[in-house]
């Protein structure tokens, strides 16, 4: 099993532009988060998916949209980046267990550099 | 104030050592507690689930004071390999789904010399 993979592993993008990243995983997972890292911050919940054509907000979603068409992929959307969306992204995936948490898998994040 | 509160660190131990990260969370409604371990530039992974009686893998022991709403990880016979940055993470309410989000801490660097 390759677990939770994403594409691209880095993009610089200038202010304005619009971009997708792609979040896939085979574990058959119910389901699915994007998060963002910046320093000093912690993970940041930016959206989650409970399951296929699903979608919710966490945290901070502004900027931000995402599509989950089929259960193993969720994509995050880029409508038009700014600096402020500089950040390491990473996508997890997780069973479903009802009144509980269980461990989330993360991808190896995406870099983007928004200038 | 921040949901799930850490020590930033760094912690800098040489190898043999025993180290205590500490947190501290605000929602009092939290009912899984996790640490997960972070190397550099890499995803975070599990390290170990806390349970409210405590528990403990190899040299790893979490601990849980429901009361104070505050969680440990002590690492005991530090190993170069030990050297990450460890995560204190909380679950939320319920959300849409059954789901309850995760909250991270902003994570404890531990580095280990040798």
């Known amino acids: 099993n390759a677990g939770v993979t994403q594409t691209p592993k880095f993009r610089v993008l200038k202010t304005g532009q619009s971009m997708t990243l792609l979040c896939a995983q085979d574990m058959n997972h119910e389901y699915m988060y994007w998060y963002r890292q910046d320093p000093g911050m912690g993970l940041r919940l930016i959206h989650y998916?409970?399951?296929?054509?699903?979608?919710a907000k966490g945290e901070v979603p502004d900027g931000y949209n995402v599509s989950r068409l089929k259960k193993q992929n969720f994509l995050l959307g880029l409508e038009s980046a700014a600096p402020s969306q500089t950040s390491v992204y990473f996508c997890a995936s997780s069973y479903r267990r009802t009144g509980g948490t269980d461990t989330q898998y993360f991808g190896p994040g995406t870099r983007l550099t928004v200038l | 104030r921040k949901e799930v509160e850490q020590d930033p660190g760094p912690f800098n131990v040489p190898e043999g050592a025993t180290v205590a990260f500490n947190c501290t969370y605000s929602n009092s409604a939290s009912q899984s507690f996790f640490w997960y371990r972070q190397d550099c530039r890499k995803e975070p992974k599990l390290l170990m689930s806390?349970?409210?009686s405590g528990n403990e893998d190899g040299r790893f022991t979490a601990q849980l004071n429901r009361a104070s709403q505050y969680i440990s990880l002590l690492i005991r016979d530090s190993k170069l390999s030990d050297s990450a940055t460890y995560l204190c993470?909380?679950?939320?309410?319920?959300?849409?789904?059954?789901?309850?989000?995760?909250?991270f801490g902003s994570g404890t660097q531990l580095t280990v010399l040798p």
């Open positions: 993470v909380v679950n939320g309410p319920v959300t849409s789904g059954s789901a309850r989000q995760l909250t």
């Open positions: 806390v349970y409210s």
């Open positions: 998916s409970v399951g296929e054509g699903t979608t």
